[in-house]
């Protein structure tokens, strides 16, 4: 369906700590171009959509990102993953993850939002109810809002209870565009 793949240049954000350079990976998708930063413990963010730019990206990029060099497995294995989910054959991610900048609620819900099968979807209030919370529809909503790592952790599965679509960081018309890839 489409391509992802690092391109010939990564992106280039400064130094990390250290004085090592920082860069992301940059690949390329049929939804516009995607930038992955890697902490110690793995993937931290997946950034995308709304005319995000590398330096855009650099400034949102979270304290725990580290060189890419040193991950250089790991952003081999996402690529190769969201050329799989992009091209139809991946439906779950398996690249190690870094979601530790989350509150505790947050990471209920991130872990819950993993849980909602490939071409499914869910209602805030069912991902509530599935983190304890049966009255929290709102802040599971701010919970998948504030995901660092989107198409990994689906949040763009998560839809209001009549069906509509709700939000999406990277904007509705991406997360039309998941939904429909996935129920091809």
């Known amino acids: 369906m489409g391509d992802c ?3 010939t240049a990564d992106c280039p954000l400064g130094r990390a700590r250290g004085g090592e350079p920082m860069r992301c990976a940059a690949l390329s998708s049929p939804v516009g171009p995607l930038y992955a930063a890697f902490s110690g413990r793995g993937l931290c963010r997946l950034a995308f959509g709304r005319g995000l730019s590398q330096s855009r ?4 990029l979270p ?3 580290r060189p890419v060099e040193r991950h250089a497995a790991a952003v081999g294995q996402l690529a190769a993953e969201l050329a ?3 091209g ?28 909602i099968p490939f071409g499914a979807t ?22 998948a809002g504030a995901n660092p790592v989107a ?6 599965r998560v839809v209001r209870a009549g069906g509509a679509l709700g939000g999406f960081s990277a904007g509705l018309p991406i997360k039309r565009w998941l939904l429909r890839h996935e129920r091809l």
């Open 5 to 7: 793949r690092l391109p």
């Open 57 to 60: 990206f650099a400034a949102a």
């Open 63 to 65: 304290a725990c990102a």
């Open 84 to 86: 799989g989910y992009f």
């Open 88 to 115: 139809g054959a991946t439906a779950a991610f398996a690249t190690p993850l870094d979601l530790s900048g989350g509150t505790p609620f947050q990471q209920r819900v991130w872990a819950a939002l993993r849980g």
């Open 122 to 143: 869910a209602s805030y209030g069912d991902v509530a109810r599935a983190v304890g919370s049966p009255r929290a529809a709102r802040a599971v909503g701010q919970a």
């Open 151 to 156: 198409i990994v952790v689906p949040c763009h």
